[in-house]
T-cell receptor, first 112, second 109 residues
């Protein structure tokens, strides 16, 4: 029962570096999401996808990019990391609009 | 723009007591979700509420939805320490979920 798998769990980046957060789900869900959670706050949607080849911006997309070449994978790319991107990142998936989302374990990213 | 407000944001209570967390939202929506998050952990789905008057219960937790008032409640009955966590509500808006800030619940033995 893998569900939604995110890697890495922790990462420290220097300002200006780039990285890709990986997200894979094995539930054949069409909908996938990337959120960030700042300390003591709720979740903010970065990007989402309603199927392979289809992505769209959420509330806070600046500084990030995504792709969805397969149903299973939804990587999040950070270009030119900034301290403001220090956060916990969650990937989630759901089978269709209106159903519950299943979350990965999160990636704790620190930009120094 | 859809806004979601939870209150209280912090709640400390004794075991055995009852309490209610409120989730208000600003525009019409057809779905509302409650999630639980333990410290340093991921989010776990508790309830999905899809219609006016929906009520769902799981153990000591009961959630309800009043779409006319744009209000959902999460009621805790006879709280136990294991229910200590942060509880989030999230409201559907097109393909997105808009999240409340969360209610940090601490239940003291």
């Amino acid at each position: 029962n893998a569900g939604v798998t995110q890697t890495p769990k922790f990462r420290i980046l220097k300002i200006g570096q780039s990285m890709t957060l990986q997200c894979t789900q094995d539930m054949n869900h069409n909908y996938m999401y990337w959120y960030r959670q700042d300390p003591g706050m709720g979740l903010k949607l970065i990007y989402y996808s309603v199927g392979a080849g289809i992505t769209d911006k959420g509330e806070v997309p600046n500084g990030y990019n995504v792709s969805r070449s397969t149903t299973e994978d939804f990587p999040l790319r950070l270009e030119l990391a900034a301290p403001s991107q220090t956060s916990v990142y969650f990937c989630a998936s759901s089978s269709e609009r209106g159903t519950e989302a299943f979350f990965g374990q999160g990636t704790r990213l620190t930009v120094v | 723009e859809l806004k979601v407000e939870q209150n209280p944001l912090f709640l400390s209570m004794q075991e055995g007591k009852n309490y209610t967390i409120y989730c208000n939202y600003s525009t019409t929506s057809d779905r509302l979700y409650w999630y639980r998050q333990d410290p340093g952990k991921s989010l776990e789905s508790l309830f999905v509420l899809l219609s006016n008057g929906a009520v769902k219960q799981e153990g000591r937790l009961m959630a309800s939805l009043d779409t006319k008032a744009r209000l959902s409640t999460l009621h805790i009955t006879a709280a136990v320490h294991d229910l200590s966590a942060t509880y989030f509500c999230a409201v559907g808006s097109n393909y997105q979920l808009i999240w409340g800030a969360g209610t940090k619940l601490i239940i003291k033995p």
